[in-house]
């Protein structure tokens, strides 16, 4: 076999009969299988053993050679080659044809290849192919034209007419006489001509049949090819053949197909032998043509041929495409032993980096290196022996079992995986039960709930993959998420409302103004009861020497309460002291107003101070956020457990529950919900007088129960009790939002009805009092639609996922810096006066592409080509500055990818990305794994609404993406210069807007209901849109240029995604943007071999101009094209990768024709051939490295997990004694 990462690239092409005939082992010339008495393969049969090879490993078919001395011996009985039995899954056999017959792929397509090159329409090939026509061929000296087409009758009548002066032929054997009789070279001369001139459709016709007939000429195909005299039968074991119970057999449906074909095979060989009458031939082979069309692909054309049950048979077309095909199932994923699935269970227990693992799962996993270490213990005496102890489940096994899987990681993986961190790793601990633990804390992650989720376990075998999983994959190093580098790992729902109960303040607590020297004595003190966690409470400033408190704060008293002091315990210890949740806080300042001279009134103090917030779910993530700035992947793993640990253990002693009680009703509820139905009263009447429509009826009277229901909401939330259970839930961000508690207490408000529009009625009770039979059936529509949105949601956003997977798959980061000239300025992007998203986020982790100086003091903030940081973005910020010019992947010219300067910073690591890395399926993970939270379909209010009628959520980001034409478009002014007038055209309900431009004036027509951008007067450029709506994309492209149009997109994909609440970094989106721009299509292709409409690659283009200016000639122009991401997948230079995407024939042909070469850049093309990917450790530079030997000094950055907790152990145990 040939080593997968030895060669460079793969071809495919059009395979001559000869080359078929050369590939086969023998010529499969009966229709039978295997003999229904002995089992075994007939001669000559499908199943051969003289053509394919032994059915038994080193035996031949009668017996007389068995074993491996024999090796390579041909027995002359039978005939069979004595070798392993598994190339029967290598050889392949040929079936003779008695009659050429045409490649279905190649007459079918579209567009129909055969009728490209031929010049003649599909329909005629068909009449041709299929034995209705005859053709020309040969017109002699007649009148008739080549390749005319002549019915049975006219056949006739010409051949008594003219007789021998001229031939025509029908069937396949026609069409290869005319595919023979093409001189390539000399319509390639003509079609060039033609194209000087030609126009319209014409030209269209004719630069597609040169771009097929070059593809001919470059790949070394012969047209002829595409009919075969041979076909090759694949080996039998990829269509075998097995025994059922009951003895029948169940079989591959190409066995059935290629009998067919086989049959009608000989019966044709026999008409022929016979001289049987033409039309009996004729027929014959038709059927045959039709026998090998089903075989190739069953259903392309006419009525498939059905199996058993009416089921259409599977063809090798349909063994390759979709989700079952070739390419999805068994080439991009296998799979695989030694991995398992169970349900899920919450290990509150576990370390970050620790999962629980059953027994009975690990003996089974972890069976090899059980029987190896039994071995070698001398515990068992061969392995036999060994796997005998392990069934028998013996005591030593169990002793084995927990040294084996000591320190060798195991992934678990949650479906769906929409990002990387649905596949992590972790070191197995043992636990009794049946089924897997999980960390909390990874749940947000996985997305995964203990409501009866399973999960599958994989174990690492190699010391390569056991080093990766630790190295890369270890759980506890993926703190940050990498769409938006915020903490993934944040504490939830148990843990949050701990924290906050914890750090909770009450006046008049028992306890409340006592002074305490050091932590110790606070938690003494609450041990004994003599303090309540919310107590207020004083403590020596000094009790915290490591603490960033000033001079002068350190020698006064700090006051605080007695929870925020046990949260403190969990901090690292020169982490500033949290007293209040802020963000000055975390940025090492505590505020002088909590602190007290020695010897002030604390009671006194305390009467006037206000109560500080207890910190909530974001507060919290914030922390942790700043740990991990601060002491990087380990301490921060090390702090979250502590933070878990105190959120359980504190919510647990907290004893919150919710009772009916706790849901207090508003007693003003029915005066503002009687407001409002006379509101409603008032506006009926409006309407029922003329003088406003019914739309604007509508319009308020939703407008008035919206108003009402934010009433009562806004005085329930005043008039709410900070200790209740359900706001304390809500409001610390643990369980439930506000408006769950408005349709407890307040009222349920507005619904849904089928349609999508908001019904008029409100259901105006609440749960806590019940719903009246008719505002529970109102409120069904509702929940009904949610639960089918959400079904529908999950389905196109992975399909959206998948899309971008394929178009960015192979951008990785190549080299560490571009060198490019061009940067991108960015400032806040804004809609109206709502900001979408701030200077800040978007500069921060990028490099700066100029010097950015304050504009006030003239100091440089950042040089140029150096990473901006958070301080620096700050800076930026205060300073004023509105834009800074940064490298983007907009202005990347790194060819297949980036570089570290235009990509930034790694947001998983917030470090600099590092060559290797796979940028391009983390943007498709990024932007794809939130697409689940975006909105299926907006709200229509009734109507035609205005702008706010504009597609949103999901449905927005595949416009965007698939570049179509947006709905509720926006007209653009093709010149810069001044809108003239606007006028109203009433007969045809539209508004005429009047550009006049430097040198011509454009009038644009608009719906009269549109909102105008403009208005009489303004000065405007060209791409400026001129009504409220979004802009297409491709006329923006055509009167701006690509970096316009890049930033738009990039605008309109943020707007989207932040108005849901969703943080994607600009990164991830600019990466898929620039996918959609890097072809251009040729106009005028000079002197270069480039056919003037072809789609080229940028860099391609540039590459092929280099060369022809090089020699002195004419080089093309083009215009950039913007491709949807399914086109830009699909027109990849990759076949491999493009064919296992979508319309995987149809790839395949036209690569064949064209004899494609692969280069293998991608990532899928080189899973699919199984090589290891040219990225992360799998990048060329790395794949000689072989683990050496070191000395003791080079393992300080290697740790074990076990050795740190012990060094942990000894250091606490050192402080301990020096304390004392």
């Known amino acids: 076999m040939v080593d997968v990462n030895k060669f460079e690239s793969m071809q495919i092409g059009l395979a001559s009969p000869d080359k078929i005939r050369s590939w086969s082992y023998g010529e499969v010339k009966k229709p039978e299988t295997i003999n229904y008495r002995t089992l075994k393969p007939e001669k000559d049969g499908l199943f051969d053993e003289r053509i394919f090879g032994p059915t038994k490993d080193w035996e031949c078919a009668c ?368 636990v009794s039960g049946k089924s897997m633990r999980l960390h909390p804390l990874v749940c947000e992650a996985y997305n995964a709930d203990f409501d009866g989720d399973q999960m599958a376990i994989h174990v690492p075998l190699s010391d390569e993959a056991q080093a990766e999983s630790r190295l890369l994959m270890l759980a506890a190093g993926h703190i940050l998420a990498p769409k938006d580098g915020k903490p993934v790992v944040t504490p939830s729902q148990d843990m949050v409302i701990g924290n906050y109960y914890l750090t909770m303040e009450e006046a008049g607590r028992e306890g409340e103004g006592m002074i305490f020297n050091s932590p110790d004595e606070v938690e003494l003190a609450y041990k004994d009861g003599i303090v309540h966690w919310h107590s207020r409470v004083g403590i020596k400033a000094s009790a915290y020497p490591k603490k960033t408190f000033t001079k002068e704060q350190l020698g006064k008293i700090l006051v605080t309460s007695v929870g925020k002091i046990i949260f403190n315990t969990i901090l690292p210890e020169d982490f500033p002291y949290i007293n209040e949740p802020t963000e000055t806080n975390i940025n090492n300042f505590v505020e002088d107003k909590y602190f007290l001279e020695p010897g002030e009134d604390i009671h006194e103090h305390l009467k006037n101070a206000p109560l500080v917030p207890p910190f909530k779910k974001g507060y919290l993530s914030d922390i942790i956020a700043e740990v991990y700035k601060r002491y990087k992947v380990t301490e921060t793993s090390f702090f979250l457990d502590r933070m878990k640990d105190l959120g359980y253990n504190t919510s647990t002693k907290s004893g919150l529950t919710v009772g009916i009680s706790d849901i207090t009703q508003l007693p003003d509820k029915q005066e503002i919900i009687d407001a409002a139905h006379k509101k409603v009263d008032m506006v009926t009447k409006q309407f029922r007088r003329g003088l406003i429509t019914d739309h604007e009826r509508y319009e308020r009277v939703i407008g008035i129960w919206n108003d009402a229901k934010d009433v009562i909401q806004k005085r329930l939330m005043d008039s709410q009790d900070p200790q209740n259970p359900i706001f304390m839930m809500s409001d610390s961000g643990a369980r439930g939002n506000i408006s769950n508690f408005t349709q407890l207490a307040g009222m349920r408000g507005l619904m849904a009805a089928p349609n999508g529009e908001i019904m008029e009625l409100p259901i105006t009770s609440n749960f806590r009092e019940g719903l009246t039979v008719l505002e529970m059936f109102i409120s069904t529509h509702g929940a009904r639609k949610g639960m089918t949105d959400t079904a529908l949601k999950t389905a196109n956003s992975g399909y959206l996922t998948r899309r971008l997977v394929d178009v960015a798959q192979d951008v990785i980061v190549r ?292 060369d022809t200016v090089v020699k002195g000639g004419i080089p093309a122009t083009a215009r950039p094209v913007l491709l949807g991401i399914t086109k830009a997948a699909l027109e990849t230079n990759s076949f491999l990768s493009a064919a296992s995407f979508q319309e995987t024939t149809r790839v395949l042909t036209d690569a064949a024709i064209r004899g494609k070469n692969d280069p293998l850049v991608g990532l899928k093309e080189n899973v699919i051939i199984g090589k290891l990917i040219p990225a992360g450790t799998g990048m060329p530079n790395y794949r000689g490295i072989k683990p050496e030997e070191i000395g003791s000094s080079s393992t300080d950055g290697v740790y074990s997990i076990s050795q740190l907790e012990e060094k942990m152990k000894a250091e606490d145990a050192n402080k301990s004694k020096t304390t004392k």
């Open 815 to 1106: 080299e560490k810096d571009c060198g490019t000239d061009r940067g991108l300025t960015i400032s806040a992007i804004t809609e109206g006066n709502e900001m979408i998203e701030p200077l800040y986020d978007r500069i921060l982790g990028r490099y700066a592409h100029k010097t950015v100086k304050n504009p006030k003091t003239g100091e440089v903030i950042v040089p140029a080509n150096t990473m901006i940081t958070e301080d620096q973005a700050q800076q930026i910020d205060d300073a004023g500055i509105k834009e800074v010019t940064i490298r983007s992947a907009f202005t990347c010219n790194t060819v297949h990818g980036v570089c570290e300067k235009c990509y930034g910073r790694n947001l998983a690591t917030g470090d600099e990305v590092e060559v290797g890395e796979a940028v391009g399926t983390v943007a498709a993970q990024s932007i794809g794994e939130p697409g689940t939270q975006l909105t299926m379909r907006n709200f229509h209010t009734g109507g035609v609404a205005g702008n706010a009628d504009i597609t949103q959520g999901l449905p927005r980001v595949q416009e965007i993406f698939e570049a179509r034409n947006p709905k509720g478009k926006a007209e653009i002014s093709e010149v810069t210069g001044t809108v003239e007038s606007i006028e109203e055209n009433p007969a045809e309900r539209t508004k005429e807007i009047t550009v006049k431009g430097e040198s011509d004036t454009r009038t644009y027509t608009v719906p009269i209901t549109a909102q105008m951008r403009v208005a009489e007067g303004d000065y405007i450029h060209r791409g400026s849109a001129l009504n409220e709506g979004s802009v297409d994309p491709k006329e923006l492209l055509k009167v701006r240029d690509v970096l316009s149009t890049e930033n738009y997109l990039l605008h309109q994909v943020q707007k989207v995604y932040r108005m849901q609440g969703v943080e994607v970094s600009d990164k991830h989106v600019e990466i898929m943007i620039r996918q959609m721009l890097r072809k251009v299509r040729i106009m005028d292709p000079g002197d270069t071999d480039v056919l003037p409409g072809t789609l080229m690659d940028i860099n391609d283009f540039k590459n092929s101009n280099a």
């Open 63 to 430: 017996g007389k050679y068995k074993r491996i001395r024999y090796k390579g011996i041909v027995c002359d009985r039978c005939g069979v080659e004595v070798t392993r039995s598994k190339v029967r899954r290598e050889r392949m056999g040929h079936i003779e044809l008695a009659a050429p017959v045409t490649h279905i792929w190649y007459f079918k397509g579209i567009p129909s290849r055969m009728g490209l090159v031929l010049d003649m329409s599909p329909r005629a090939l068909e009449e041709i192919i299929y034995f209705a026509s005859y053709v020309v061929t040969e017109p002699g000296n007649t009148p008739m034209e080549k390749k005319q087409l002549l019915s049975e009758r006219e056949y006739r009548e010409k051949k008594q007419e003219y007789g021998p002066r001229f031939s025509a032929q029908i069937g396949a054997e026609a069409i290869k006489t005319l595919l023979n009789d093409v001189d390539i070279n000399k319509e390639v001369v003509e079609l060039k001509d033609e194209l000087k001139n030609a126009t319209g459709q014409k030209r269209t016709r004719a630069v597609r049949r040169l771009d097929i007939l070059e593809a001919f000429v470059q790949s070394g195909n012969e047209l002829s090819w595409m009919v075969m005299d041979a076909i090759p039968v694949i080996p039998p074991d990829l269509r075998p053949m097995v025994q059922l119970e009951g003895g029948r057999f169940a079989t591959s449906d190409l066995n059935d197909l290629y009998r067919r074909v086989i049959n009608r095979n000989n019966r044709l060989k026999r008409l022929l032998d016979l001289n049987a009458p033409g039309i009996i031939v004729q027929n014959e082979k038709r059927m045959l043509q039709e026998a090998v069309d089903a075989l190739i692909d069953n259903g392309r054309r006419g009525r498939p041929v059905a199996g058993p049950g009416n089921r259409p048979l599977k063809s090798l077309s349909h063994m390759l495409k979709g989700k079952q095909g070739r390419f999805r199932q068994n080439l991009l994923g296998k799979r695989v032993d030694y991995s398992g699935r169970s349900v899920i269970d919450v290990g509150p227990h576990l370390k970050m980096n620790q999962m629980g693992l059953p027994v009975p799962m690990a003996m089974e996993l972890f069976k090899p290196f059980i029987m190896k270490e039994l071995v070698g213990r001398n515990l068992a005496s061969n392995i036999k022996n060994a796997k005998r102890k392990i069934e028998r489940q013996d005591d030593d096994v169990f002793s084995v079992l927990e040294d084996v899987i000591k320190e060798h990681p195991v992934l678990l993986n949650r479906a769906p995986t929409l990002h990387r961190l649905g596949i992590q790793a972790f070191e197995p601990v043992l």
